[in-house]
């Protein structure tokens, strides 16, 4: 069975890290471009950063540049997102998604898994 699964969120304090995994069953990663997602309540679903299959490529969100960090493991079938200097607007449901696509980031039509995602709250 194919999955994708998150985990690594929860509650933090402004200014605090969290480090997110998304954890793929079923199949091989190592073809796979991997994207991080989130949603906040009654916004749409904004894509939050990218890694090719090589890891050649990276892209990130303006609003997250310099404080979040997108990598991968293909050796343990897994994806991360390290996310430094949190603020209040960052928080929101978390999904990972993989791509069959073998070079540079995909466009958001190619992504074919989905993680059921994780919850990152930020608050004092």
């Known amino acids: 069975q194919v999955q994708l699964v998150e985990s690594g969120g929860g509650l933090v304090q402004p200014g605090g890290s969290l480090s997110l995994s998304c954890a793929a069953s079923g199949f091989s990663l190592d073809y796979y471009a991997i994207g991080w997602f989130r949603q906040a309540p009654g916004k749409e679903r904004e894509g939050v950063a990218c890694?090719?299959?090589?890891?050649?490529?990276?892209d990130y969100a303006d609003s997250i540049k310099g404080r979040f960090t997108i990598s991968r493991d293909n050796a343990k079938n897994t994806g991360y997102l390290q996310m430094n200097f949190l603020k209040p607007e960052d928080a929101a449901v978390y999904y990972c998604?993989?791509?069959?696509?073998?070079?540079?980031?995909?466009?958001?039509?190619?992504?074919?898994?989905w993680g059921q995602g994780t919850q990152v709250t930020v608050s004092s």
């Open positions: 890694i090719s299959s090589t890891a050649g490529t990276t």
């Open positions: 998604a993989a791509a069959p696509v073998r070079w540079g980031c995909p466009k958001d039509s190619e992504y074919d898994y």
